[in-house]
């Protein structure tokens, strides 16, 4: 049920950190993969690495916020005669900061980074899935902000709240298809872009002492939950949000 051997995963945001975390985890149970960023160079980098490990890996760098760019791509992978079976809308990018003092500009883009690149790789995901008459699986990243606020990340908890939303409108179309659209939820997960806050003690320790298993998240530790929503054993799951969080949102 969790074998995803025959089917090729397209992974936006996957030349670093949680995707290329994910789209590791996806090849490891048997997906071939299209690996995406909006710099060709790390994309390429990031393919390398996966195919040194024996792994089929497509390249696909483009802009997921632009609208020309997404279709442009997809019909490149149209005539490359690659077919998407997994979409997972992972792109994200996180500018903090107090509300009032948060500019237009920045606003923008991580709404655009974080929910409208979902909507946009999503609808020409859907549109292929449909056509071919035999379903497929979206997988769109949230957050613990797609459930609770917290001060300094208003465009993000803006963002990962749509991206909730913006999973149950693509249920409330598309299931009949037999496409299941679905989210994952991180905590707070070591990356590259929280190592920062890990370094400051006093955010280190709020994270530890906020989270019941009392640690970062790890990449790794999204992997088991990205394939059962790519997988057959999520068949008839659809519209949800699965939180990976280490219990903090079951807790005061």
Do not use: C
Not at 221 to 241: H, P, R
Request: zero cysteines; proline letters at 3%; glycine letters at 12%.
């Amino acid at each position: 049920m969790f074998d995803l051997t025959g089917r090729t995963a397209l992974v936006t945001g996957s030349s670093r950190g949680l995707g290329f975390s994910i789209a590791e985890g996806l090849a490891q149970a048997g997906a071939a993969l299209v690996l995406n960023g909006s710099d060709a160079g790390r994309v390429a980098t990031a393919a390398a690495a996966l195919r040194a490990k024996g792994y089929t890996v497509h390249e696909a760098p483009f802009d997921v916020t632009n609208d020309v760019a997404v279709e442009t791509a997809f019909a490149r992978l149209d005539e490359q005669g690659i077919e998407i079976d997994i979409l997972f809308n992972n792109a994200g990018i996180q500018l903090r900061g107090l509300l009032v003092d948060q500019t237009a500009a920045n606003w923008r883009l991580v709404i655009e980074t974080n929910l409208t690149s979902a909507f946009l790789v999503g609808r020409e995901a859907a549109r292929r899935m449909i056509a071919r008459g035999r379903g497929g699986k979206i997988v769109n990243t949230g957050s613990l902000t797609s459930a609770v606020a917290r001060a300094t990340t208003a465009p993000y908890t803006a963002a990962k709240g749509g991206i909730k939303m913006l999973t149950q409108a693509m249920t409330a179309e598309w299931a009949e298809h037999g496409i299941q659209a679905n989210a994952i939820g991180p905590g707070y997960m070591l990356t590259e872009m929280t190592q920062p806050l890990a370094d400051d003690p006093k955010f280190d320790g709020w994270v530890k002492s906020r989270t019941p298993s009392r640690r970062w998240g790890l990449p790794a530790d999204l992997i088991g939950t990205a394939v059962y929503l790519s997988s057959s054993a999520s068949d008839y799951v659809n519209g949800q949000i699965i939180y990976v969080d280490g219990g903090m949102l079951a807790v005061l």
